[in-house]
């Protein structure tokens, strides 16, 4: 199959995961993808290894991999007069120009959008910021964990009442997520400029991302006169039982969850091999089971802690309704729903294979197959000398530490 976006070519002056990662779901979906990286430090995301913040794996840092697949990285100093004369021959030749550099820097190193413009008219501007592009906090940075996950609310959602402080996120939880939304409003500003001719200066940002996650509970506090307290979760003051976790004989959970349940509740009674409860008084209605909410949450707790996770697991396959294993990651690695559907796939980085979560997107039935990420400057040469430099000048440039 043609990949969906073979043909493309993107320029990338970005860092870490929130941006680069979109061009990483690009680069997957088959478009060429040019990184441009300092020289000398390279993206600062690689430096998080030397920091501890980051796990190798026989040498390999998954991370960066795992947000840099299959681009090309060139080792180029754009704050040099003659680096930014060849980042304008780049430019001339993408489509797409993305960035997640502050404003004023954007400004001190000539690439905002009438600079970019200005050496190629036709390109989509992409910018990823913290906080967005306009407002007082316009020209703030800031990652992930602080603009999507506590400035949000998000934070303070999942954390309990009781808690010493705020609950924290995932490493990159809002980066990946804003990396996606960044790779299809890409798409949605190619098709646009393939139908009218006009390109797009794109803006997303962590903080609108993440506002856009938990968009129920935000619009819910602007609405409501109390604004909304932090959510409380009783189980046993749940108006439907069949949406909740229920704990098995070995300490592991099963969840139920039927949004429909007047659809399942007999056929979960047969199934669990309770039958006649499908015409319990308590339970045989859906206004029978909220009425008797707590006594019918009680009793599924008894039936679920009289088995194990994995005879649940067997009694439940042909159920058709909505249930779920609660797993650990380890377990999804092994999980047979996803190694049908290919959604973790092997990758050879430098001899060493690491499992690698393709984008969540398949076209045409076919599998993703992310790519290992660059090293530092190692498409160097070849993308200049496809550009038109000659090696005479190539190495001139790299005399002068313009190129790594």
């Known amino acids: 199959m043609t990949p969906p976006l073979a043909g493309l070519r ?3 002056v970005a860092s870490h995961v929130f941006v680069p990662i979109s061009g990483g779901v690009l680069a997957e979906w088959g478009a060429e993808v040019i990184k441009i990286e300092h020289p000398e430090t390279g993206d600062p995301y690689r430096g998080l290894v030397t920091a501890g913040l980051h796990k190798l794996h026989h040498g390999v840092d998954t991370a960066f991999h ?3 697949r299959g681009k090309k990285s060139v080792a180029l100093d754009i704050k040099h007069p003659d680096g930014r004369a060849v980042l304008s021959r780049l430019v001339a030749e993408c489509d797409v120009f993305v960035t997640n550099l502050r404003a004023d820097t954007r ?6 959008v009438d600079d970019i ?11 990823g910021t913290a906080f967005g592009p306009q407002g007082p906090d ?3 940075g800031g990652y992930d964990a602080g603009a999507y996950w506590l400035r949000t609310g998000m934070g303070h959602l999942f ?3 009781d808690a010493a402080w705020p609950t924290g996120s995932r490493p990159a939880f809002g980066d990946v997520v804003g990396g996606f939304t960044i790779a299809g409003a890409i798409c949605a500003a190619l098709y646009k400029r393939a139908a009218t001719g006009e390109p797009s200066v794109v803006d997303v940002s962590l903080l609108g991302t993440g506002m856009w996650q938990i968009q129920m509970d935000i619009v819910h506090a602007a609405l409501e006169a109390d604004g909304a307290p932090r959510p409380t979760v009783d189980r046993y003051n749940m108006p439907n039982p069949l949406m909740l976790p229920y704990r098995t004989a070995d300490d592991r959970w099963i969840a139920l969850q039927m949004l429909s349940p007047e659809r399942y509740w007999p056929d979960l009674c047969r199934a669990i091999g309770e039958p006649e409860m499908a015409n319990d008084p308590r339970f045989r209605d859906i206004e029978a089971r909220r009425e008797n909410r707590r006594e019918c949450v009680q009793w599924l707790e008894k039936v679920f802690a009289a088995r194990t996770f994995d005879e649940w697991r067997r009694v439940l396959a042909d159920f058709e309704g909505e249930w779920v294993p ?5 377990e999804v690695i092994d999980d047979a729903q996803v190694a049908a559907n290919g959604y973790l796939v092997p990758v050879d980085v430098d001899g060493v294979t690491v499992p690698m979560v393709p984008a969540p997107a398949q076209f045409d039935g076919c599998v993703g197959r992310p790519t290992r990420g660059p090293e ?9 000398l496809d550009l038109g430099l000659t090696w005479e000048e190539i190495g001139d440039l790299k005399a002068r530490d313009v190129l790594l």
């Open 66 to 68: 795992g947000a840099n």
């Open 107 to 112: 400004r001190r190193l000539r690439i905002d």
């Open 376 to 384: 530092h400057g190692e498409h160097t040469e070849t993308v200049l």
């Open 159 to 161: 954390s309990p009442p």
């Open 10 to 12: 993107v320029l990338e």
């Open 326 to 330: 609660v797993q650990s990651p380890r």
């Open 138 to 140: 316009a020209g703030r």
């Open 117 to 127: 413009r200005a050496d190629n008219p036709s390109v989509i501007y992409v910018r």
